[in-house]
């Protein structure tokens, strides 16, 4: 009985650091994305990074975010130097406690 | 040289061939990528391939076939190339390119009526400019092919719009309108209304031609 209360508390407490751990987003402004065949280095080279659990690209909203794994951390000078490598230019680039799933519903409720 | 002068000595320019595909799109990936494309037709067939080890430059190489309209002449060309994005303006609803495109290989030129083989050395120095944004297109290219003998300066105009505005994951559709010629190859302004399918992971182009000749092209990034 005592090890199934404490079972039951380890995962209770994993649970619970799970649900208050705060997802990491790098969000940047990009400029010049108006084709998604040319954009494609952007994604490939974010997702590259070992850091990466997905990356949101959106032409319209010349948006591009990279949700990192959890306790991971990039420079936003990586990030930027990365697009610059893919041939784009970094407006603004800061960082959200959003994932880039939340980021897309956002701009898709717009 | 004003446009129209040039678009006339574009009929000989056909047997570079492998230029014309420059006038696709950017002709080369982002760093550390390669690019294939091809322009496939009846009367030329192009491959092409470039690795770009920086943001800026790329190397590759490309076959063509070329055959002119009386198809008495062909040209074959396999060359070794060099692309320089020269420079990029990136604004928050477009982007614009200049780009310096140029190679070297071997022509082997073939004249069906005598049955005369010869090879020879032939260089191929080129510029475009491109302007896009999500609903526009535009790409003008000139380039010279030019061997001992040979003179097929070649020279394209392109401009297109896309139907409607996609997301990135998204297949977006274009119409594009491409003029172009080559020196001593062709007498005629080649047409194409080409419709166009673009998605992130492909490039495709079809259409036929005023000679009603069918066309294919396609870009690939790995």
Known sequence: ????????????????????????????????????????????????????????????????????????????????DLVKEAGYDVTHIETVNQSAQEIKAGINKE | MTIYRLLRRMPALLLAGAASSTAWAAPMGFQDSWMSMGDLGPN??????????????????????MRSDDKQASLDLTDLTYTRLVHRW?????QANLWFVAGIGEAQAHDQATGVSSTRTMVSPGTQFDYETRRLYFAATARLY???????????????????????????????????RMHDLSDRTEITPMLRLVNKGFFVEAGVNNAHLPRLNFMVIF
């Open chain 2, 44 to 65: 030329w067939r192009e491959v092409y391939a470039n690795y770009a080890v920086t943001p800026q430059d790329a190397f590759g190489v490309a076959n063509t076939y």
């Open chain 2, 146 to 180: 030019r061997a001992s003998g040979i003179d097929h300066d070649y020279g394209s105009i392109r401009g297109g719009f896309s139907f409607y505005e996609t997301e990135y994951d998204e297949t977006q559709p274009w119409f594009v309108l491409e003029a172009r």
């Open chain 1, 1 to 80: 009985m005592k090890k199934l209360i404490l079972t039951s508390l380890c995962i209770a407490a994993f649970a619970s650091a799970q649900a208050f751990a705060e997802v990491q987003t790098i969000k940047a402004d990009v400029n010049g994305m108006v084709c998604a065949f040319c954009a494609q280095g952007i994604e490939r080279k974010l997702r590259a990074m070992p850091q990466t659990r997905d990356v949101y690209v959106n032409l319209k909203h010349k948006i591009v975010a990279v949700e990192l794994k959890e306790g991971q951390g990039v420079p936003l000078d990586t990030v930027r």
């Open chain 2, 90 to 94: 990136n604004s928050p609803d477009a």
